[in-house]
Structures are given as structure tokens and as C-alpha cells.
């Protein structure tokens, strides 16, 4: 059973948005820290949002009033909503679980995001 599928990626003009969606399969979702990183060409994968299991949420200064993550344990899924995109956006972005440290995380097979100028 694959353990998180992202999905809602897509190619948007500068200025438009995106919302992405994290699927996530087992009963403890809520309980997991949750959160959504990315990857450029020739980069390292960066930090970009999470939410803990009690709803705090940490932002990267580059997204902050930007982006809203969200989740709803209901439906085992975590949101990206994307507003006021860059071309500096353009990334695979991944969606990660963790209980301890993000480099112990579970991650998805990612999504595409590609913002044209």
C-alpha cells in the first residue's frame, strides 16, 4: 500500500494558483506531522510547509502569505493551496510524514508544479 500520493500539480501562468493534495493510506494519519517540500533542477530539496498533529503550521519565508497547508484527518489528506505563484516555484514537490525528524520521513513520488512567466 503505497503510504502518501500526491496529486493537483499541473502548469500555471505567474500570478495564478494551484492547490495540491497529499492522499495518505493507514488509521494514525492524524497523529503524523505532515508536511510539503520541493525540489528545482540541480537543487537540494528544500522545507516548505508543515502542520503538526494539532494544526501549527511552520512556513518557509519564501511561501509565507502565499501558501496555506492544511489537513483533514477525516480524509487522511494534506493541502497545499498555492496563491501568487513565481516562476521560482517551479519544482517536484513532496509530501512527507513524519513522527520524529524530516529525514526519517515517508515521502510520495511527488508532483510537478511548472510556472511560466
Known amino acids: 500500500q503505497v503510504p502518501?500520493?500526491?496529486?493537483?500539480?499541473?502548469?500555471?501562468q505567474a500570478g495564478?494558483?494551484?492547490?495540491?493534495?497529499?492522499a495518505a493510506s493507514g488509521r494514525t494519519f492524524g497523529s503524523y506531522r505532515m508536511g510539503w517540500f520541493r525540489q528545482?533542477?540541480?537543487k537540494?530539496?528544500?522545507?516548505?510547509?508543515?502542520?503538526?498533529?494539532?494544526?501549527?503550521?511552520?512556513?518557509?519565508?519564501?511561501?509565507?502569505?502565499?501558501?496555506?497547508?492544511?489537513?483533514d484527518n477525516a480524509d487522511n489528506t494534506v493541502y497545499l493551496q498555492m496563491n501568487g505563484l513565481k516562476p521560482e516555484d517551479t519544482a517536484v514537490?513532496?509530501?512527507?510524514?513524519t513522527?520524529?525528524?524530516?529525514?526519517?520521513?515517508?515521502?510520495?513520488q511527488g508532483t510537478q508544479v511548472t510556472v511560466s512567466s
Do not use: H, M, Q
Not at 495564478?16 to 497529499?22: H, K, T
Not at 514537490?93 to 510524514?97: D, F, N, R, S, T
Open 16 to 22: 495564478g494558483s494551484l492547490r495540491l493534495s497529499c
Open 4 to 12: 502518501l500520493v500526491e496529486s493537483g500539480g499541473g502548469l500555471v
Open 93 to 97: 514537490y513532496y509530501c512527507g510524514k
Open 40 to 42: 528545482a533542477p540541480g
Open 99 to 108: 513522527n520524529t525528524v524530516w529525514n526519517r520521513a515517508s515521502w510520495g
Open 44 to 71: 537540494e530539496r528544500e522545507f516548505v510547509a508543515s502542520i503538526s498533529s494539532n494544526a501549527v503550521t511552520y512556513y518557509a519565508d519564501s511561501v509565507k502569505g502565499r501558501f496555506t497547508i492544511s489537513r
